[in-house]
């Protein structure tokens, strides 16, 4: 008989399989919210584009949950707890996240602070993988306490999270190196995939957030002459990112390694100015950089 493999053999293809489905329900998501948009202004050629895209690819994540991985009886802990600074100078925020930050969701809390000097001089000595950082706070604010830390620190995290939703923030917040950016009001599931993304060496806001980012350029501002032009293997990568894929798969379908497609990932988003891989797949359908979809 088979020797059976141990849940933890299964653990890389679980995470990798959640990480596809989680981007392409996000990408879904922001599809259908600049779709709404596009529907009150009346532009239905972009309406049904955008449709079919969202369509697409919600049918390829039910397509993928329908096969990914069992998942054990019980929950594995990760083998590594990630390392958290919490930044607010409110201590009920502080406390709402330690509740959300559980080491069974893969975080340890190391740290806290009530302002964003305290977190620069308190990141040195905790040494946290990530800094939860509020925007808005007494003394040194978020965005000055990001752009101090990362200085000093350069291979450590930073999320903003605000009850802000103001969208030169949000844009001035990702200029300073966050990683992500988070609303106050985001439930425990969006602060949880944007943190893992985060982790992961991905660049993530709130769905709704990189929606609004998107609507102006999505529904008619934007030209190709807006952006910087992608080449050719910047493109590759970008359809494929549009497929939900991970570095890692876009690495095997390209003969690359994850470092030289990381590279083409942070160039796209760069070029096309979006917040996040979902975001990016969105301002380039609307600009038609990605093949019209199969109706």
């Known amino acids: ?24 329900e996000q990408t879904a998501r922001v599809f259908r919210s600049i779709a709404e948009t596009a529907r009150r202004t009346g532009d239905p050629g972009l309406v049904a584009r955008l449709d079919l895209l969202a369509d697409e690819a919600a049918e390829r994540a039910q397509r993928l949950g329908e096969h990914r991985p069992v998942q054990p009886a019980a929950p594995l802990r990760p083998a590594r707890l990630a390392r ?50 509020d925007v808005r706070m007494p003394g040194m604010d978020g965005l000055a306490a990001t ?4 200085a000093e620190h350069p291979g450590m995290t930073v999320v903003m999270l605000s009850s802000h939703e103001d969208r030169s923030l949000v844009l001035e917040a990702l200029r300073a190196g966050a990683a992500g ?45 807006t952006v910087q032009p992608l080449s050719e293997r910047e493109l590759e990568v970008l359809r494929l990112m549009a497929r939900g894929h991970t ?35 969105a301002r380039a359908a609307a600009l038609g950089l990605l093949p019209a979809p199969r109706p």
């Open 1 to 24: 008989m088979a020797a059976r493999h141990p849940p933890e053999a299964d653990e890389p293809a679980r995470a990798a399989s959640n990480q596809t489905i989680d981007t392409l």
């Open 84 to 133: 958290v600074l919490l930044v607010d100078d409110h201590e009920l925020a502080r406390e709402a996240l330690r509740s959300v930050l559980s080491a069974e969701q893969g975080f340890s809390v190391v740290g806290e602070a009530a302002d964003g000097g305290a977190a620069v001089r308190l990141a040195g000595q905790a040494r946290p993988d990530l800094v939860l950082m």
């Open 147 to 150: 752009r101090a830390l990362l």
């Open 181 to 225: 950016y988070l609303l106050k009001g985001a439930s425990k599931q969006e602060v949880l995939a944007v943190l893992h993304a985060a982790v992961a060496g991905e660049r993530r806001v709130q769905a709704s957030l990189a929606a609004d980012l998107l609507h102006g350029e999505a529904l008619g501002s934007a030209t190709a002459g």
């Open 247 to 281: 570095n890692e798969a876009i690495g095997y379908r390209l003969t690359l390694t994850v470092n030289t497609v990381k590279t083409h990932v942070r160039h796209v988003l760069r070029k096309l100015e979006a917040p996040d891989r979902a975001a990016a797949v």
